[in-house]
């Protein structure tokens, strides 16, 4: 048995044959106990609806519920990304700050975060936050008291504008949530550029805030992107967790679907493959581009 | 946060809310007649603990199989294991658990408690198979050349040259995993598992002591990680390679 790296070739062995057997063996008997012990009619079609609908009255093609809760992912994934780059930098600066206050709140907040099952930390935070912060901010009523040319551009960036409460209190909290992992990442861009960088910007004269600004962040930033881009995979696997508060994305509307049609094995696999799609794409995409980055600086 | 914190204060004393700290610890533990009964919140502790130790066990046996299959040069193995640690990389731990409970331990009739268990041994599985992996790529390759050309073989090369070089790179990241373990064993809830998130929300509920209740939940569940984190620091320390 040797390990395999980039010089091994895949040999056809007898493992294969064996492999070959007993995967063959676990799927037949799967599929049997479907049919047997189930008895589970395959009915992709009646799920396909739920994606695109003909609307009758308008005469073309409506997004359904489970268009629009890929809408609300997606949507809440890029707004969730750019706050918690914010939350993440702003602490990332407070961690490695000279100052113990400054290193207290950042530790603080990143210990916190980080060792609170997510589930917990999204009820938690979901029933503070609705309580107390979303009637003070009341956007729901000020995004309706808006004219309507507004509130179609509010739709495409934020959703329609009667949910934008619930939007924004699942943003808040995968903003918060992510921004710990975020500032994790900064804080490691930081650290990572070297200290002759900084002595050689004291040495130019340049102030301590000038040293951070022209010389530390710009290295630092490009190399928190790599990290930064699975973070929004990640993003987007968390999002799936707001459901359960009630946040209509979509693993809520896939429940939504499941329980009206009863067709459990088609939904759930159907919004599965869908996120498979997108985060195994967005991964390959950003390893391309570190690839063709990491040549060209060569 | 010092603002959010205060406006989160404000706004429960505006609220009228009385804090019932008093109330609280008869949900953890009561001492009747002398003798200490866990409340629930213990209870689901305990549950959390066991889920979470079980399913670390099994994912450690899935990791290393994979990890294997992958090293391995068998097209299949190799295929098999790259297509499951994707497939689960790739979705949210949500949908894998309830596509678990609700397709594959319905039709394999696996029990509530051990489908929790062993969706959270695949989904760790998959991070373990690639630590493992990692660990045992990162020896370098001149390591196994020498070994092989001193005679070792196959599994005593693992056994005393690979492996003991292998282990000490893959201990913290295998740390984490384990408290990653604490930490997604709370996702067992959604099936009604009675580990310490359901208990929590089944409490709260119950009293409307929402407040108290999950602020006593996040202290236990940092109590428990933050301990294994602590363990890990350790135990990275002692076999530090460097």
């Known amino acids: 048995m040797s390990a395999r790296n980039s010089t091994t070739r895949l040999r056809w062995t007898w493992i294969d044959a064996v492999l070959i057997a007993v995967l063959a063996l676990f799927f037949g008997f799967l599929f049997w106990r479907a049919d047997s012990v189930f008895s589970y009619n395959w009915n992709w079609a009646s799920v396909l609806p739920f994606i695109y609908r003909f609307d009758e009255a308008a005469g073309k093609w409506v997004p359904n519920l489970l268009m629009e809760g890929l809408l609300t992912t997606i949507r809440l994934a890029l707004w969730g990304i750019l706050f918690a780059g914010v939350i993440g930098i702003v602490m990332g600066l407070a961690r490695t700050s000279k100052r113990l206050f400054f290193r207290l709140i950042g530790t603080f907040y990143v210990m916190l975060i980080r060792n609170v099952p997510p589930l917990v930390f999204v009820f938690v935070f979901v029933f503070f ?3 107390q912060i979303m009637p003070t901010l009341a956007m729901g009523e000020r995004v309706q008291a808006l004219s309507p040319q507004a509130q179609q551009w509010i739709t495409v960036f934020f959703g329609s504008p009667k949910l934008i409460d619930n939007f924004l209190l699942g943003l808040i909290c995968l903003s918060v949530f992510s921004g710990a992992y975020v500032t994790e990442i900064v804080r490691a861009g930081i650290e990572s550029v070297p200290r002759s960088q900084i002595e050689a910007g004291d040495s130019l004269g340049f102030s301590k805030r000038d040293v951070m600004r022209f010389v530390v962040l710009p290295q630092a930033m490009r190399n928190t992107l790599p990290p930064m881009a699975g973070q929004l995979i990640q ?16 693993t809520f509307m896939a429940q939504d679907v499941q329980v009206s ?4 094995f088609e ?4 919004v599965a493959a869908i996120y498979f799609v997108i985060c195994f794409t967005l991964s390959q995409l950003f390893s391309y581009l570190e690839r063709r980055h990491a040549r060209a600086n060569r | 946060m010092v603002l959010l914190l205060l406006l989160i204060l404000k706004g429960a004393n505006s609220m009228g ?3 019932k700290w008093d109330k609280v610890p008869r949900y953890i533990y009561r001492v009747v007649d002398g003798e200490l009964i866990w409340g629930p919140l213990m209870k689901g502790l305990f549950v959390t603990l066991d889920i979470a130790f079980w399913a670390g066990l099994i994912a450690m046996g899935i990791g290393l199989i994979a990890a294997l299959l992958r090293l391995s040069g068998s097209v299949v193995g190799s295929a098999i294991s790259w297509c499951y640690v994707e497939l689960i990389r790739n979705t949210p731990i949500l949908v894998q658990m ?12 696996i029990p509530r408690q051990w489908a929790g268990i062993l969706c959270l041994a695949f989904y760790e599985g998959a991070f373990t198979a690639e ?3 990692g660990g045992i790529v990162a020896v370098r390759k001149g390591q196994r050349e020498a070994a092989q050309s001193l005679g070792f073989s196959g599994f005593s090369m693992y056994r005393d040259i690979i492996l003991p070089q292998a282990v000490p790179i893959m201990l913290p990241p295998l740390g984490g995993i384990i408290v990653n373990l604490v930490k997604h064993s709370s996702i067992v809830s959604v099936i009604a598992v009675f580990d310490l998130t359901t208990q929590a929300r089944t409490v709260v509920s119950d009293t409307f002591m929402a407040f108290e209740i999950w602020l006593t939940t ?4 940092l109590v428990v990680t933050v301990t294994l984190s602590l363990g890990v620091a350790w135990l990275e320390r002692r076999y530090r390679t460097t």
């Open chain 1, 267 to 270: 939904v759930f696999v159907l």
């Open chain 2, 218 to 221: 996040a202290a236990m569940y």
């Open chain 1, 235 to 250: 993003l987007i696997k968390d999002s799936s967790l707001v459901s359960l508060v009630s946040i209509q994305e979509l």
């Open chain 2, 98 to 109: 309830l596509i678990f409970y609700f397709i594959i331990a319905a039709v394999l009739g």
């Open chain 2, 17 to 19: 809310y009385q804090w």
């Open chain 1, 129 to 131: 936050i609705a309580s």
């Open chain 1, 261 to 264: 049609t009863q067709r459990v």
């Open chain 2, 131 to 133: 630590i493992i992996r």
